[in-house]
């Protein structure tokens, strides 16, 4: 089950987060959750005020950074190609005379705005909006003296699931995509 995503390149793109007052019950609380969710211990960490590098447990996959920009961008690069070739091939049949009067250009046109398209999305892909609300939660209890419960889930079951156990256990919950 630890794979690495096919888009990302990383082993964990969903992330879950809750905030507890006191380090004893988000201790008791990840405890509970690598039992009854089968986690590794990996999976599920304890961030609080006092850990020098809180970064590593939010975000633990330093190297997956990188791989996600080249992951991401490879892929949707391409991506972006093959669609802008049948967007060339539909404007061809369709027999637009911009493309028929002057087809190799046009194709190197049309392709390679396809390609740039697929490398801006491979650029969102990469800056991961979706962690912003997660890593902006878990900093502000932190600086408010209170603890998280972070959880790298390695697919959605795992991410709902989690989810789930933590409002369950008087967190609010807060996850990526």
Do not use: W
Request: aromatic share 6%.
């Amino acid at each position: 089950m630890n794979t690495l995503s096919a888009l990302t390149g990383e082993r964990s793109d969903s992330k879950v987060a809750a905030v507890f007052e006191r380090e004893s019950t988000a201790r008791a609380v990840a405890h509970r959750l690598r039992e009854r969710l089968r986690l590794q211990p990996s999976q599920v960490q304890v961030v609080t005020p006092g850990d020098r590098h809180p970064g590593r447990k939010l975000e633990p996959e330093g190297q997956g950074i990188f791989r996600t920009i080249i992951v991401a961008h490879y892929k949707l690069g391409l991506a972006g190609l093959a669609v802008g070739a049948v967007v060339y091939a539909a404007m061809y049949v369709i027999g637009l005379d911009a493309v028929t009067q002057s087809p190799r250009l046009a194709g190197a046109v049309v392709i390679a705005y396809g390609g740039v398209f697929g490398l801006m999305a491979g650029g969102l892909v990469s800056l991961r909006p979706d962690h912003d609300p997660y890593i902006g939660k878990v900093q502000g209890a932190l600086e408010a003296g209170r603890c998280a419960v972070v959880v790298h889930a390695f697919d959605s079951g795992q991410r709902d699931r989690a989810v789930e156990e933590l409002a369950g256990q008087g967190g609010e919950p807060v996850r990526t995509l």
